[in-house]
Structure formats: structure tokens, C-alpha cells
């Protein structure tokens, strides 16, 4: 199946999802509870929608689009999604700026023409910005190896185990607040919190990077389950100099423990970037 421009493509979503949320910003600003409402359901629905084309693409292994032709210039072409939301933001001004002109006593000719052109332009931006997305996301599904890993029983690894209690140990203020704690049984460290798993079972997970040929990577992102053990798998794949993205790191007390083994060298809200000590 292709996905069609302006109807169900990526690009298309993304670009009606901002629009929605710029509009709930005004309605929360102007405190019109029914529309409130109505945008939170409709936002919803899109992230749902969204939803379904991510499975459907990654199930597929492809992405087959229809893109849109468009009269622009080479000059005019964007590539980011904040250059999208940009001109979603730019288009509503012109939008609003021309509904205020015309309701004025003194409507000006002049200003209507350059909010016109302004509005063109943005859209014509938000078009060009589009296409690129979907493009840039075809060759992500198409030229990407995705491997999912189950969760199981128990089980153990040696060089885990032995090096878990540095690993895990976090802060400990962290744990006595929301507590959690690390029991040590057999020379075996487990970490209970909140009720979730047992990191032994995500044990096939954290190290399926490690029976993959490929070794010196520049970059790997760590997110999901288990971790700081992920972390720590991650240092015999990252190649010298290679550099790790660490999610929710900041505010995540039990995931510093890996800083006996990386160091901090860039941050983006919760966002770190580490580098191998």
C-alpha cells in the first residue's frame, strides 16, 4: 500500500499534528473549554493513527509513499521538522493577521498583499518540508535493521552479575526515597523497583548487540529497559572516542552508576551524551 501526501503520510500527520497542538494553545490561552476538549480528542486520534503506521512500516520493512509535485524553489527547499512547525506557526499568523485586517475600519490593500505572501510561502515551505520528511523516513525503514527481543525468565551472565552492584547502585538518596533497593543473593545482584522486572529478565535483550559482527560504532542510543546494564554492554561496541545518548539520564538517580565507566560531555535536557572513561 502507498501512503499518500496531505491524506496518511507520515509528513501529513506530523504536519496536522502541530497544527492541532497550535490550536489548543490558543484555546487554552483564551479558556474555551469545549474546544479544549475537542483538541485533545483530536490529537489523540492522530498519535493513535501514528501509531498504526509505525507498526505497519516496521512489519512491512518499507515505506512506499506518493509524494506532491509543487511550483517551488530550489532556494526555498527546508529540512527540519522545526523548520515545518515554523511555518505551521507562520501560516496561522497570516491567517489571523488578514482576519484582523479585514474587520478593520481602515482595511489596507498593502497589508493584505504581504500577509498573503507570507502565507505562501509558508505554505509552500510546509510542502517542500514534507516531502523531505517522508523521503528522509524511507530510507530509515528501508536501510535499517530492526530486531526485537523478548522478555524472558531469569537468567544470568557472569560479567553482569559481578560488575551489577557498581552498575546499579545509583544514588542512593534516589533509592531510599522511592523505595527501591539492590539485593545481592549467590553473587547474584537483582534490583527491585515500583514492581517492574527484574533486569535478569531483559537479560537476552541487553546483550543481542553483542552477537551481532558489527563492533565500533560510533553512536548508540540507550533507551527502554534495563538501562544502565544496556550501558554497560554498550562499551565493547562503541569504538575509542565513540559516544553514547543516554535517555532520562538527568533526573534518574539509578542510572548513574554507569559513571564509573563513562563521563558527561554534552546535555540536553534529560538527554545525556557519554563518552567511555
Not at 492541532?20 to 483538541?39: A, P, R, S, T
Not at 482576519?99 to 482595511?107: C, F, G, R, V, W
Not at 553512536?219 to 565493547?236: H, I, K, Q
Not at 538517580?253 to 535536557?269: A, K, P
Request: glycine share 4%.
Amino acid at each position: 500500500m502507498s501512503y499518500i501526501t496531505n491524506i496518511d503520510t507520515l509528513s501529513a500527520l506530523l504536519d496536522r499534528l502541530i497544527s492541532e497542538n497550535i490550536k489548543l494553545y490558543f484555546f487554552k490561552k483564551d479558556g474555551i473549554d469545549e474546544n479544549i476538549e475537542h483538541q485533545e480528542k483530536v490529537i489523540s486520534s492522530i498519535k493513535d493513527r501514528l501509531f498504526v503506521l509505525f507498526d505497519d512500516v516496521y512489519f512491512e520493512g518499507k515505506y512506499e509513499y506518493i509524494s506532491e509535485k509543487r511550483t517551488y524553489k530550489p532556494e526555498d527547499i527546508v529540512e527540519t521538522l522545526e523548520e515545518l512547525i515554523n511555518n505551521d506557526i507562520t501560516t496561522g499568523e497570516g491567517d489571523r493577521a488578514n482576519l484582523k485586517e479585514s474587520t478593520s475600519d481602515n482595511p489596507s490593500l498593502k497589508h493584505f498583499t504581504r500577509n498573503h505572501k507570507l502565507i505562501r510561502k509558508a505554505n509552500e515551505q510546509r510542502a517542500v518540508a514534507k516531502n523531505k520528511l517522508d523521503e528522509q523516513f524511507k530510507g530509515l525503514i528501508e536501510n535499517v535493521e530492526f530486531y526485537c527481543v523478548q522478555e524472558h525468565d531469569e537468567k544470568f551472565d557472569l560479567d553482569l552479575d559481578k560488575n551489577a552492584p557498581t552498575i546499579l547502585h545509583g544514588s542512593a538518596e534516589w533509592h531510599k526515597k522511592h523505595g527501591s533497593e539492590l539485593n545481592v543473593k549467590d553473587d547474584r545482584t537483582y534490583w527491585t523497583t515500583r514492581g517492574v522486572k527484574d533486569w535478569h529478565c531483559y537479560m537476552d535483550y541487553i546483550r543481542y548487540p553483542l552477537s551481532l559482527t558489527h563492533r565500533n560504532y560510533d553512536v548508540a542510543l540507550v533507551d527502554g529497559r534495563a538501562r544502565a546494564m544496556c550501558a554497560y554492554v554498550a562499551l565493547s561496541l562503541l569504538k575509542d572516542g565513540g559516544h553514547l545518548l543516554f535517555h532520562d539520564f538527568t533526573h534518574r538517580g539509578y542510572y548513574h552508576g554507569v559513571l564509573e565507566y563513562f563521563s558527561i560531555v554534552d546535555q540536553s535536557e534529560s538527554l545525556v551524551v557519554l563518552k567511555k572513561k
